[in-house]
């Protein structure tokens, strides 16, 4: 028989620094809308933009990681991850500016997800 270990207590918080790290890291990629013509043809960008919104979600001290699944920051950081990879598999593209005419066909934005 082979004795049982004892498991490690789990933390009941987020590593140190890490939330600041995510929050850093979310505010570099953050495309503003001056930025949004720039950038508007890089998918990847808009993408690493959502997805580093969803890691400040689910790293945010009111979400502990023993926390309940049914967190509303889990819930929010699940459909900006679901944002970013629609953004990466080529189903979001630019919906285009109003003040510019319709977007280019196929177009979805990110609102109709």
Do not use: Y
Not at 45 to 55: D, G, I, N, P, V
Not at 72 to 78: E, L, N
């Amino acid at each position: 028989m082979v004795p049982e270990r004892p498991q490690s207590p789990q933390p009941a918080s987020w590593p140190e620094g890490s939330a600041a790290c995510a929050a850093q890291l979310h505010q570099l990629l953050t495309i503003s809308d001056r930025q949004w013509h720039a950038f508007k043809g890089q998918p990847q960008r808009r993408a690493a933009e959502q997805l580093a919104a969803a890691l400040v979600l689910l790293l945010d001290p009111a979400n502990p990681p023993q926390a309940p699944v049914a967190t509303k920051q889990r819930s929010a950081s699940i459909d900006l991850a679901e944002n970013g990879l629609a953004w990466l598999k080529g189903e979001l593209r630019d919906p285009g500016c109003p003040q510019h005419g319709p977007a280019a066909p196929g177009a979805r934005a990110a609102s109709e997800l």
